[in-house]
């Protein structure tokens, strides 16, 4: 856990490594072998179903995508 700025919430948030499943999922995406330097945003927007931002940056670019990528909730 490390508090980072987030883009998409506009403010400095608790971020997480991604999962082994969350992380085969943005290697699809983003069509690449590895996606290490990735940390998704923790901050809850709503409290009653606990749904987080989940927007990605990494450790040293708030802003690695021309549009932000928000991670789905793996099913
Ligand atoms: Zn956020």
């Given amino acids: 856990m490390r508090t980072y700025y987030c883009h998409t919430c506009d403010a400095d948030q608790p971020h ?3 999962s082994t499943a969350e992380a085969a999922v943005l290697k699809e995406r983003l069509g690449r072998n590895s996606v ?3 940390w998704i ?3 809850v927007l709503d409290a ?3 749904r987080q931002c989940r927007n990605l940056r ?3 670019n ?3 995508f021309a549009r932000p990528i928000k991670l789905p909730v793996p099913e």
């Fill in 36 to 38: 290490n330097e990735f």
């Fill in 48 to 50: 009653e179903t606990g």
């Fill in 62 to 64: 708030k802003k690695p």
């Fill in 58 to 60: 990494t450790g040293g």
């Fill in 41 to 43: 945003c923790e901050a």
């Fill in 16 to 18: 997480r490594k991604l």
